[in-house]
């Protein structure tokens, strides 16, 4: 038994490293990635609780003659939630990644309190747009830095991180660990 179960937790240990190598992974990539400088230098739009407008976005990957997108248009009202559902390779991180502009549209435009996302400076538009992804993954972070590292700006900030964890409903579950 003892044998059985220094193995199993060997083998826990190494999936873990595996899911942590992904993560790190996709930071890093996420990180490095080359964004197309801002063609402009707003930090607010004309509409502020107009939330997100997708006008007939196609993109198209390079190299490829399917669209990944094709002609998608929807309105998301500020302060809505959207959990996008689907099957692999039905468009749902290209349409994340347009929005988070990772990539640019090949058609149509995307809009975000009444201002074309190509007007946006990219900072402004980052500290106003998070993305949360489904993969789960337990991050080998302390809580505080957990909630934290969704804006470094306050990873110190003991009093922000409380904020966050009650508004976040995670406040409980803390007090509980």
């Given at each position: 038994?003892?044998?059985?179960?220094?193995?199993?937790?060997?083998?826990?240990?190494?999936?873990?490293?595996?899911?942590?190598?992904?993560?790190?992974?996709n930071l890093t990539?996420?990180?490095?990635?080359?964004?197309?400088?801002?063609?402009?230098?707003?930090?607010?739009?004309?509409?502020?609780?107009?939330?997100?407008?997708?006008e007939n976005v196609?993109?198209?990957?390079?190299?490829s003659q399917t669209?990944?997108?094709?002609?998608?248009?929807?309105?998301?009202?500020?302060?809505?939630?959207?959990?996008?559902?689907?099957?692999?390779?039905?468009?749902?991180?290209?349409?994340?990644?347009?929005?988070?502009?990772?990539?640019?549209?090949?058609?149509?435009?995307?809009?975000?309190?009444?201002?074309?996302?190509?007007?946006?400076?990219?900072?402004?538009?980052?500290?106003?747009?998070?993305?949360?992804?489904?993969?789960?993954?337990?991050?080998?972070?302390?809580?505080?830095?957990?909630?934290?590292?969704?804006?470094?700006?306050?990873?110190?900030?003991?009093?922000?991180?409380?904020?966050?964890?009650?508004?976040?409903?995670?406040?409980?579950?803390?007090?509980?660990?």
């Amino acid at each position: 038994r003892q044998g059985q179960g220094a193995v199993t937790s060997c083998l826990a240990s190494i999936n873990k490293m595996y899911e942590d190598n992904l993560y790190l992974s996709n930071l890093t990539e996420y990180l490095g990635h080359n964004v197309p400088e801002p063609s402009g230098e707003k930090t607010e739009g004309p509409l502020p609780d107009d939330g997100i407008r997708f006008e007939n976005v196609s993109f198209y990957y390079p190299g490829s003659q399917t669209p990944a997108l094709d002609n998608i248009s929807l309105h998301i009202p500020k302060g809505n939630s959207l959990a996008i559902v689907g099957e692999n390779g039905s468009g749902k991180t290209t349409l994340i990644k347009l929005l988070t502009r990772l990539y640019s549209p090949t058609h149509g435009r995307i809009l975000f309190q009444g201002l074309d996302l190509q007007e946006w400076d990219i900072n402004a538009l980052r500290e106003k747009i998070g993305v949360i992804f489904q993969d789960f993954t337990r991050y080998q972070l302390k809580v505080g830095e957990n909630i934290g590292v969704g804006d470094q700006s306050f990873m110190d900030d003991k009093q922000q991180i409380t904020d966050a964890s009650e508004k976040g409903l995670a406040a409980d579950f803390i007090k509980r660990m």
